[in-house]
């Protein structure tokens, strides 16, 4: 293996130790996590970067780069938080002099439409709004 890419797989797994001993990492959450942080060292690695040297250039690119393979928001939200979660763990240890992904902000996730109400439903309130108005006027009235 190359140094480089053992001192990438080392400083992933210092972090994911970290998030299972720490924080009590679900099994899933660290296989979620690793799978996103491989699938990040690859893409670095296809630019002649690394985690240990990417830029905020580097992770933004990233970004895009599985917005355009079809990922919904949601999933590249997630896929960042395990970024942050990761850059910010390699500063705090002093295995990086910055964190690159601090900056970085997320996707815009497209708000849920309103849920449609009934006739019912809309009735209901204006109802107990008409009691409240009506007990109320007879206290000030």
Do not use: W
Not at 25 to 38: F, H, I, M, P, W
Not at 76 to 97: K, T
């Amino acid at each position: 293996m190359e140094p480089v890419a053992a001192r990438e797989r080392q400083l992933t797994s210092l972090f994911l130790d970290m998030v299972a001993a720490e924080r009590g990492g679900a099994a899933n959450t660290l296989k979620a996590y690793s799978r996103d942080l491989d699938d990040l060292t690859g893409y670095l690695a296809t630019r002649n970067r690394a985690i240990s040297s990417a830029a905020t250039a580097d992770l933004r690119s990233y970004l895009v780069a599985l917005a355009d393979r079809g990922f919904a928001a949601s999933s590249v939200a997630r896929r960042l938080s395990a970024i942050r979660q990761l850059y910010r763990f390699l500063f705090a240890e002093g295995h990086r002099n910055d964190d690159p992904a601090a900056i970085i902000e997320g996707p815009k996730r497209g708000r849920p439409l309103p849920k449609v109400l009934s006739v019912a439903e809309v009735d209901r309130p204006s109802t107990r709004r008409g009691r409240r108005a009506s007990r109320d006027c007879g206290r000030f009235g």
